[in-house]
């Protein structure tokens, strides 16, 4: 059983930066799928970037200048880096993962497994 565990979230002023953390425990195979989502309240979860287990990534186009996913060697932990951060980005951020190849779709149906999240709160 894959568990995920983010760390990172805080207040921050805008213009910020934060790096989000996801550690995962248990098997999560050679061809895992990494990613980043975020929830505003009463919405649905919103992908932000993916990231295959050779180093494909893609990152949703509104926030593409700004953040930048990674993974360690070991593919079993992923980051997310959020510069200038903006007020519009407060919200929980959740890391998923997958033991299938990405679909690059930002469909949260992709993935079976979710951290808690963590929240990440910008102030203008």
């Known amino acids: 059983q894959v568990q995920l565990r983010e760390s990172g979230g805080a207040l921050v002023q805008a213009g910020g930066s934060l790096t989000l953390s996801c550690v995962a425990s248990g098997s999560i195979g050679s061809r895992s799928c990494m990613a980043w989502f975020r929830q505003y309240p009463g919405e649905e979860r919103e992908g932000l970037a993916v990231?295959?287990?050779?180093?494909?990534?893609k990152i949703r186009d509104s926030v593409k200048s700004r953040f930048t996913i990674s993974r360690d060697n070991a593919g079993v932990s992923a980051y997310l880096r959020m510069n200038n951060l903006k007020p519009e980005d407060t919200a929980m951020y959740y890391c998923a993962a997958s033991t299938r190849l990405c679909s690059w779709a930002f469909s949260e149906y992709e993935f079976a497994y979710w951290g808690q999240g963590t929240q990440v709160t910008v102030s203008s």
């Open positions: 990231m295959d287990s050779i180093g494909g990534t």
